[in-house]
C-alpha cells in the first residue's frame, strides 16, 4: 500500500494530541524514565521481556498468557532514532503506559549474535533471524500475529501484521500500537486505521 503522507498527515492531525501537562512527574510515576544501557550498547526499559531464551513461539505463548500482543524490536548500538524512542516516547506517559499494559516487548540487536529459535522451531543467531524478517532500519518494530498456529504454518514475511522501519513522530508511533492493539490490520491499513478514528 503506498503511503500518501498528505492524507496520513490530515487525518493524524485531528486526532487528539498527546498530553504534555504534568507529562515528566507522570512519567516519572509510572516509572517510564528508568531506562538502562547494556553491556551491547542498547538502551534498556525495565519493562521488557530480560532474560529471554529467545525462543519465539514460547514469546508468543507468554503474551497471549499475558493478554498482550509480541513486540520485536530492533536496535543498534549508536542508533540515534533508538536513543530518541527511549528518551522521548517511551517517557511519554500515554505511550508508556499504553505499551506496557499491552505489548510483551522483546528487544534483539541488530548485530547481535544470540541463538533465536523461530516460531517453526528452527534456528539462526538474532542478525541472521533478523535479515530472514527484513529487519533493516533502526529502531525496527514488528508486531506479530497473536494465533500461534496459523504463525507457525505461514512463511516469515506473513507472520507479521504491521512493522515500522526507523523513525515515527511520537502521534504516529502510539497510533501504530493502537492499530495493531485493536486488530485494525484485519480491515484495512493503518492510514485507512487513522481516519477512522479521526471520522470516530
Not at 544501557?37 to 526499559?45: A, C, D, I, P, Y
Not at 542508533?79 to 500515554?94: D, I, Q, S
Not at 500500537?177 to 492510514?191: A, H, L, N, S, T
Amino acid at each position: 500500500m503506498t503511503l500518501d503522507r498528505r492524507a496520513f498527515t490530515t487525518a493524524l492531525l485531528s486526532l487528539p494530541a498527546l498530553a504534555v501537562s504534568g507529562r515528566a512527574a507522570r512519567a516519572e510515576e509510572l516509572g517510564c524514565t528508568k531506562f538502562t544501557m547494556n553491556e551491547s550498547g542498547l538502551h534498556v526499559q525495565p519493562w521488557f521481556v530480560q532474560d529471554s531464551f529467545l525462543d519465539m513461539k514460547e514469546e508468543l505463548q507468554a503474551a497471549n498468557k499475558e493478554g498482550k500482543r509480541l513486540l520485536v524490536i530492533m536496535e543498534a548500538k549508536g542508533c540515534p532514532y533508538c536513543e530518541k524512542m527511549h528518551k522521548v516516547h517511551f517517557t511519554m506517559p500515554e505511550i508508556c503506559s499504553y505499551v506496557r499494559k499491552h505489548f510483551r516487548v522483546l528487544q534483539l540487536d541488530k548485530k547481535g549474535a544470540r541463538e533465536v529459535t523461530d516460531f517453526d522451531g528452527t534456528t539462526l543467531p538474532e542478525n541472521k533471524w533478523l535479515v530472514k524478517y527484513r529487519a533493516f532500519f533502526t529502531p525496527n518494530l514488528m508486531f506479530f500475529d497473536d494465533d500461534v498456529e496459523r504463525l507457525v504454518k505461514n512463511p516469515p514475511q506473513k507472520r507479521i501484521v504491521a512493522r515500522s522501519d526507523g523513525p515515527m513522530p511520537p502521534d504516529v508511533f502510539l497510533e501504530m500500537f493502537r492499530y495493531v492493539k485493536d486488530k485494525g490490520y484485519e480491515k484495512g491499513g493503518f492510514i485507512q486505521y487513522v481516519r477512522s478514528r479521526k471520522d470516530g
